[in-house]
């Protein structure tokens, strides 16, 4: 019995040593050419600016568990529909098939309350920013762009 628990940390402690030496070798391997862009921060092609620690808006983060919630739904739906789909199981148990049929549609209207809740409380609406333009010095007067400005 203690002999295959041998087995086992023998697998681990190989896997630990071959990954080891992969990344060893990789080092080696390599090439070497740092430079201050390449170490520099990406984002999206932009200059980084500011500090990278500052607060962000908590409506991403409900929109994001909204989003994982009714994915789950989706989850527990599809099997769901491809079992109700089976006329043979249908037959074979007739109360099974309106058990689920109701027990389904209490777990969709839980998540509809959970919808309707979220969208009352105004989860789901999104502010957008006011676009301000910015004052420009500029030669040509200011009735000369009245024409190209969409109100």
Known sequence: MIEQFG??????????????????LARFV????????????????????????????PRFYVIALLFVLFEVELI???????????????????????????????FVGILALGLAFAWKRGYLDWEQPAVKSPEIDSPVPPEAYDSFRKN
Request: proline share 6%; hydrophobic share 55%; net charge positive.
């Open 7 to 24: 087995y086992v940390a023998a697998f681990i402690l190989a896997g630990i040593l071959f990954l080891a030496f992969v990344l060893t």
């Open 76 to 106: 527990f739906l599809f099997p769901w529909a491809v079992v109700f789909r089976d006329k043979s199981l249908m037959a074979a148990a007739p109360a099974w098939s309106s058990f689920a049929l109701v027990e389904m549609l209490i």
């Open 30 to 57: 390599r090439p070497n050419r740092p430079h201050q862009e390449k170490l520099s921060t990406y984002e999206s092609g932009e200059a980084p600016s500011g500090n990278a620690n500052t607060r962000f808006n």
